[in-house]
């Protein structure tokens, strides 16, 4: 008996502490062991409830039970993004070339290039750094360390637009097209008429380098490498918090996703995952001690449509039931034994 209440009141106790949480259930798939490049770095989940993944040499599927992989047909590499588009189109890149993965009839995914609807003068674009279909202009956008595409669906010429100064990042964020320069990193958008022009996005000046752009509540979430997140609401970008840089003296912030019950997820180089609520609080982390790979980059966080927390890093893709959690109570928490448990008020 005595044991029992040992037991219920460090249950009680390990309630209110965020140490004692409990860890997420975690599944670790090695990249390589799946036969597929080291690196992944963007996930989604198709209408049939199946991930795909982006990894460096071709595309990773997952149907719950087992991984298919599949490479370019020249065996291209360097694949680092997906976009969903209409007909069950997944928009992607490979170094040399862009396109789009869509099932054949057997249920195989089979790659289409876009090239050729480039003028043979930009061809030559090396890594491509960003790829979104737009579904309110109906095309799909390509950008590259020069030059900012735009492929429409209907088959009329495609668009571009030359930036000398160069990019270093890019992404569909509402109805405009975001930009950040290489030089001076300042961020610039395509506003949503059709006109291809870049224009400077108000407090965009300066900022630090951006890697993740998410809906927010009812404004945008802005996270850079350094943990400053921003705002932009109603066309203007403003500092939303700005006391998690502290957390990244040795690290990066590599990307950030919100969940459905409005919390935020932050993925980082070396800290694992840190949690925010919805005004930006640190509420929880989650590192190597919960099971996460945490000697590796984080390059993209995806939730399914189970609740399921994906994370593409580099050699491992991780799958994270943040909504089922296991706690050990053992020695290292005062707990030598244990012979019984009991319920109480609805709490074990």
Known sequence: MHCCRVLCALLFAGSVLAGERGSPLVQVYDAQQL??????????????????????????????????????????????????????????????????????????????????????????????????????????????YEYVLFIPDDGSPTRSLHVASGLIFADLVGAEYWVQGSQDFTLSRVG????????????????????????????????????????????????????????????????MTRLRDGRYVIGSSLRGLIILDANGHVLDRYDGDDGIPVNRKTHNLFEDRDGGLWLAQDRTIVRLDLARAVTVYDESRGLSAASDAKRWRGAL
């Open 35 to 144: 036969e597929a490049a080291h690196g992944s770095s963007v996930v989604l989940q198709q209408p049939d409830g199946r991930i795909l993944v982006s990894n460096l040499g071709g595309l990773l599927r997952f149907d719950g039970v087992r991984w298919t992989y599949v490479r370019h047909p020249r065996e291209l590499g360097g694949m680092e993004y997906l976009s969903p588009g209409p007909d069950g189109r997944i928009y992607s890149s490979f170094i040399g070339d862009i396109g789009y993965f869509q099932d054949d009839a057997t249920g195989a995914p089979v790659w289409h290039s876009l090239l050729w609807r480039v003028a043979v003068e930009v061809r030559d674009f090396g890594d491509v750094i960003g790829v979104d279909y737009d579904a309110n202009r109906r095309g799909v956008w390509f950008s590259t």
């Open 192 to 255: 949503a008429n059709a006109l291809l022009e870049l224009e400077p996005i108000p407090g965009g000046a300066h900022l630090p380098r951006v890697w993740s752009v998410v809906a927010g509540d009812g404004d945008y979430k802005v996270a850079t490498m350094r943990g400053r997140i921003f705002s932009y609401r109603d066309r203007r970008i403003a500092t939303w918090v700005d006391d998690l840089q502290s957390l990244f003296q040795e690290s990066t912030l590599k990307t």
